[in-house]
């Protein structure tokens, strides 16, 4: 038998096969909130590890940087020792006292230049330890992270593999539904499901209101409803609504209690009858 085009579809099969999907979407949705908010846990370790990773780098590159200064400094030391003492031998052999000033300061400057290469090698040396204790704290708390995404992912894991087979068929299901509604009414419900706060964007008619925000409905809009002759949608909230006979919900209506008649004793009868 060929398949109904879902535009050839009654209103009540329409909304009926809408309900359907409503069901379905609501049980993925069930199996999803048994995740809870695990997978935004490990989403977020796993960005704070990454986070933590170029921290990690950035911090051994200024090492590298500090070390590599104090290295260049030394070395600058060692010219101006080496200056030093060549200025000094030749001291000896100075001609004239304008020679000797001039030797003299360049002795000094090559110290002054020596005395601050050494106060340049201390800064570097103590940003190297503060630094160095900084990554050894970072690397610890990668650690700590590290420790807590596994226990997380191996939660999630576990969740995952006792719902997945049954969310896997679930949504197969949902895809098949999907092509027995016509393209508009179904966008249309999905951005009505997208807005709604429990996911629902189609409900049925409990006690005279929505079943979704529970406003009341008129008994016209009611009967309206109930005819299956078009979809109608809440005024209040947008979800579309059905009745409950549609839904294959059974209301139970209340037992109205009949009256209980006054007993009249037999004597009180006799009496009035004299």
Known sequence: MPKKNPTDLTVEEKLKTLY???????????KRALRGELPLEVQDLEDE??????RVEKIEREIDEFRHAVVQKQGEI????????RYKMQLDEVANNREYDTLSKEIEFQQLEIELCNKKIKEAQ?????????????????????QDLEEKRNELNEIMSETKEEETKLKEKAAELE????????SSFKRIRKGARNGLGIVYVQRDACGGCFNKIPPQRQLDIKMH???????????????????????ERPVEEKPKRKRVSRKKSEEEED
């Not at 359907?20 to 069930?30: N, R, Y």
């Not at 092509?179 to 179904?186: S, T």
């Not at 979809?231 to 209040?236: D, P, S």
């Open 20 to 30: 359907q999907l409503q069901t379905v979407l609501s049980a993925i949705d069930e």
């Open 49 to 54: 590890l990454e986070g933590l990773s170029i």
């Open 78 to 85: 060692e010219d101006a020792l080496a200056s030093v003492e």
């Open 126 to 146: 103590f940003k190297v330890q503060d630094k160095t204790q900084e990554l050894e704290a970072t690397q610890r708390q990668i650690e700590d992270r590290s």
């Open 179 to 186: 092509k027995k509604i016509e393209p508009r009414l179904l």
């Open 229 to 251: 002759k078009k979809v109608i949608v809440c005024e209040y909230c947008g979800r579309i609504l059905v009745d409950p006979e549609l839904a294959g919900v059974k209301i």
